[in-house]
């Protein structure tokens, strides 16, 4: 079969690929434990679920409007404002089948064949893929460890060119938990004031699951406000993965546009997940909390642990639930069996030695790094650190 040529401008994620090679082993009869996975470890809190059941038993199993259902535009300029005193109104609100289609529609209505973008790296998988398939051109500026993988205003400036038409950034960051101060966001924006053509994602949905105290968005800075599009979701602090739900808060004709696309592609999101998701957003936020206290107490171990590693370098993730250690030391490194010359062997040696699964930084644009995700029990991440320290002292 010849399929169409775009398919060709992307690959499977290596996220999902090691979740696919974990399944795999698991189902031989390996004890695979999964550090790869960005899915909170949580039930959805019962009162989310108990307003699923009440909009079923309420009938709420028609087509939604393609927008989302006007109580919950509502629910989340409600939410904005009493999180991020950000004034939104419904009609610059779009609902989406999750955060990842909120990116989608965002890119493919305002990226043309050409148009550069700017990722700084580390980065999720997913954006520089939407990008190439709106034919756009990604430019990359690096971040390393040593600035917490967060860009600076300096960098910004020289990374901008004449055709740069989009910056797609996240704070809490996938992969690395940095966290954006609000003096940092700052600094950013008075960059962005100097090009007024610059177009901002700015992906929130680790919002909840933040470490450093208030989350601080970039489209705090009015100058800025007919420019970002902030995108955010339920998936990650309100443990809804599965409902898929996403959001988008940006200027009126973007939404328009957004809309325009959602209507071709999958119209309106689930109907019982839009009425669970006004519930989520308008009630106590205790359930998103305590959830956070725990990835909170797991970082803690985690980066203790991996700083006691010999060979590992790593940073203190302030948010998200991701480690993401340096291990550039291990390459060049045998075990009499297996020399590791990359991020991709360093992962698959853990995969196979230490039956722990982790992602390749280079799937982030970063290749001398792993990620660690820690959405898992502490117990299975006390073996995990156990079984990552012992095959370490295998490579010589």
């Known amino acids: 079969m010849q399929l169409a040529k775009r398919l060709d401008r992307v690959t499977e994620p290596q996220t999902i690929k090691m979740a696919k090679l974990s399944r795999e082993l698991r189902e031989k009869g390996i004890n695979i434990i999964d550090l790869s996975i960005g899915e909170p470890d949580f039930r959805t809190p019962q009162h989310i679920c108990d307003a699923a059941t009440k909009a079923m038993d309420e009938g709420y199993n028609k087509y939604a409007p393609v ?25 610059e609100i779009i609902v989406s089948t999750g955060a990842k289609q909120s990116l989608a529609n965002a890119i493919l209505s305002i990226i043309n064949p050409g148009d550069e973008v700017l990722i700084p790296t580390p ?72 090009y007024p053509d610059v177009y901002i994602i700015s992906d929130e949905i680790y919002e909840y699951i933040n470490y450093t105290g208030a989350h601080q968005s970039i489209a705090q800075f009015t100058e800025l406000r007919d420019r970002v599009i902030v995108v955010n979701g339920m998936s990650k602090g309100f443990a809804m993965t599965g409902w898929r739900l996403g959001y988008l808060a940006g200027p009126v004709p973007l939404v328009q546009a957004c809309e325009k696309l959602q209507a071709q592609f999958t119209s309106a999101a689930n109907s019982i997940t839009q009425r669970a998701s006004i519930t989520a957003l308008l009630s106590d936020l205790g359930p998103s909390r305590e959830m956070t206290k725990a990835f909170h107490e797991r970082r803690d171990f985690v980066i203790k642990a991996l700083t006691e590693m010999p060979g590992i370098k790593i940073n203190m993730p302030e948010g998200a639930f991701y480690a993401f250690p340096n291990v550039s030391s291990f390459f060049g490194k045998s075990d009499g069996e297996t020399v590791i010359n990359n991020d991709e062997d360093f992962s698959m040696y853990l995969l196979h030695k230490a039956n722990v699964s982790t992602v390749m930084g280079s799937a982030f644009g970063s290749p001398n790094n792993i990620r660690i995700s820690f959405a898992t029990s502490m117990e299975n991440l006390k073996e995990a650190m156990e079984r990552i320290c012992k095959a370490l002292q295998n490579l010589k």
């Open 123 to 194: 980065y999720w998988v997913t954006y520089s893929a939407l990008v190439r398939l709106a034919e756009g051109k990604v430019k990359y500026t690096d971040c390393g460890i040593d600035t917490d993988f967060k860009l600076t205003a300096a960098q910004l400036e020289s990374a901008i060119s004449d055709k740069t038409r989009l910056f797609i950034f996240s704070s809490p960051c996938n992969p690395t938990g940095s966290v954006y101060s609000k003096e940092e966001l700052a600094a950013l924006a008075e960059v962005f004031k100097r």
């Open 67 to 91: 927008a989302g259902f006007p109580e919950l535009r509502q629910a989340i300029c409600t939410k904005l404002k009493r999180d991020n005193n950000l004034d939104y109104a419904p009609n």
